[in-house]
């Protein structure tokens, strides 16, 4: 199958998924969205209101601040893959309990493997703690950390500068150094690239007639 393929099943999968309690309560899935090709992968935390009523992440306020700070750093939403730790809205919007994102954690490891993005950039404490586990988000946000083949960048949720106005200032400065980051990840990722193995090329000999 090809990634695009991939990625359906997968979302035609998380939409009937009963593997943990919310499903009780969703009104619709929110599997993520963006190009099967995405070079950069931001996963937020999980659906509020609005993405419950839509199916598609990140369409609420923090959505809309989000699609604000993508512009800042020079990126455009069609252009990354959005999605979140788990799939369907925990009620009240609290946070996932553990065996929610475990049971979401297979959908999302496939999604990753579908896409093979460069550079992931995690959004909220959650979606933190999947590659950073054991440090607090206040101590490493606006930073970078390569893991294997790829690299990934802390940053606060959208919606923290909404309910916490005094973490807006923070939130707005990492998303101004996004593009030098960035720029740092493509740079150091090329220069470990394998180099193009080229055939060996034999000069033509003329056959001997003896």
Request: glycine residues 8%.
């Amino acid at each position: 199958m090809t990634a695009e393929e991939t990625l359906a099943q997968i979302a035609t999968e998380i939409s009937t998924c009963q593997k943990c309690e919310l499903y009780h309560s969703r009104k619709m899935a929110v599997p993520g969205e963006g190009p099967a090709n995405s070079e950069i992968m931001f996963i937020g935390e999980g659906p509020g209101f609005y993405e419950n009523e839509q199916g598609r992440p990140f369409v609420g306020a923090a959505g809309k601040f989000l699609d604000e700070l993508l512009a800042q750093a020079g990126l455009k939403r069609p252009e990354v893959w959005i999605g979140n730790v788990v799939k369907c809205r925990p009620q009240g919007n609290r946070d996932p309990l553990p065996e929610e994102l475990a049971a979401c954690d297979e959908y999302l490891e496939r999604q990753l493997a579908a896409i093979n993005p460069k550079i992931i950039i995690t959004l909220g404490r959650y979606s933190m703690g999947k590659y950073m586990p054991g440090v607090k988000i206040s101590a490493v946000h606006g930073q970078m950390r390569r893991l294997g083949d790829r690299f990934v960048i802390a940053m606060f949720h959208p919606a923290a500068a909404l309910h916490q106005a005094a973490l807006k200032p923070a939130i707005l400065k990492d998303f101004a150094q996004l593009p030098k980051m960035l720029d740092q990840a493509r740079a150091a990722l090329a220069k470990s690239a394998p180099a193009p193995v080229e055939e060996a090329r034999e000069d033509p000999k003329q056959l001997s007639m003896f």
